[in-house]
């Protein structure tokens, strides 16, 4: 059993920046598979970025490339997510996951956080 636990999140202005942190507790993230997805209200949940164990593969949803970046410290069982000139749309529930190997879908991650709000205002 692994518990993520998600840290950072906050009320930040447009054009501001934030970093998301996930610990892991309980079991290692090694050989796992990292990834960031996010909820706003009334929408589904939705990709955000990904992370494999080594971090050779990543992968941005076309909405957040060029602003965010994901990174991981296994031997501090984190991941982390770099959020920067945040746009009143990136308003959410910021969740990470793991996952057998790298993906976009939610469907592919079977431990999940409780989620982190992230609140950009204009």
């Known amino acids: 059993q692994v518990q993520l636990v998600e840290s950072g999140g906050g009320l930040v202005q447009a054009g501001g920046s934030l970093n998301l942190s996930c610990a892991a507790s309980?079991?290692?993230?090694?050989?796992?598979?990292m990834g960031w997805f996010r909820q706003a209200p009334g929408k589904e949940r939705e990709f955000v970025a990904a992370?494999?164990?080594?971090?050779?593969?990543?992968y941005y949803s076309d909405s957040v490339k060029g602003r965010f970046t994901i990174s991981r410290d296994n031997a501090k069982n984190t991941v982390y997510l770099q959020m920067n000139s945040l746009k009143p749309e990136d308003t959410a529930v910021y969740y990470c996951?793991?996952?057998?190997?790298?993906?976009?879908?939610?469907?592919?991650?079977?431990?999940w956080g409780q989620g982190t709000q992230v609140t950009v205002s204009s």
């Open positions: 309980g079991r290692t993230l090694r050989n796992y598979a």
């Open positions: 996951a793991r996952a057998r190997s790298v993906a976009r879908t939610t469907g592919q991650y079977n431990y």
């Open positions: 992370i494999s164990w080594r971090g050779s593969s990543i």
